[in-house]
């Protein structure tokens, strides 16, 4: 995209001084209404995923923080409140697996548990501009992806979530040995403000993401 820029947009668009009115330009929406927004998003977002693509080094690890660094509370944060996250009822809960797969089933809550753990004391960083420090235990998802006999070949992976948000992340991302399918916060059961019964916590990428 910033071959495309006159030579001085280029260089303030590579030193972060990128604006809406830029971005717009370069993906030729309008943002006159809700639909145009969301095709501005969808282009940003596109965008982005290439950005971090070509960034991304598979074999660079976040920072880790000693015990001392977690923050408590944890910020809840989310696009509902949290009278409004779901509540899960673990005896119901599955985690279906489909798609580019050997093992194509659903995992009780108890399965998972079962997989090797390990914790992680991370930073989570928010598009919003704040940061926290937590500790997080659950399996690797590359352990996972071993176990089910998914296609690494495949480009993405996607997440469906219970309250009904979807996102995707790459293939690479999925495998880096910090990715994590996250079952406790700081010890205990995850709470239902960070994810009850399982999150995905991905160090490398930022919050909304997670």
Not at 84 to 111: C, F, M, N, Q, T
Request: hydrophobic share 40%; aromatic share 10%.
């Amino acid at each position: 995209a910033a071959k495309l820029m006159p030579e001085l947009s280029r260089r303030r668009f590579l030193s972060g001084g990128a604006s809406l009115g830029a971005l717009t330009l370069l993906t030729g929406c309008e943002v006159s209404d809700s639909v145009s927004a969301e095709n501005l998003l969808i282009h940003v977002s596109k965008f982005n995923d290439k950005v971090q693509a070509a960034l991304f080094n598979p074999n660079a690890l976040a920072p880790t923080y000693p015990e001392s660094a977690i923050k408590r509370p944890f910020p809840f944060n989310a696009y509902y409140t949290l009278d409004d996250a779901p509540e899960i009822d673990a005896r119901d809960w599955e985690l279906e697996v489909v798609g580019l797969v050997e093992h194509k089933k659903s995992w009780k809550l108890e399965e998972l548990y079962a997989l090797p753990q390990e914790t992680q004391i991370t930073r989570h960083i928010c598009v919003e501009g704040w940061s926290a420090i937590g500790s997080w235990t659950g399996a690797r998802l590359s352990e996972f992806l071993k176990r089910v006999g998914a296609d690494t070949r495949a480009k993405y992976i996607w997440f469906r979530c219970a309250e009904g948000y979807t996102t995707s992340i790459d293939m690479q991302t999925a495998l880096h040995p910090q990715t994590q399918m996250t079952f406790k916060f700081d010890g205990e059961i995850l709470p239902k403000a960070y994810g009850y019964p399982m999150k995905v916590r991905i160090p490398t990428r930022l919050g909304f993401k997670n």
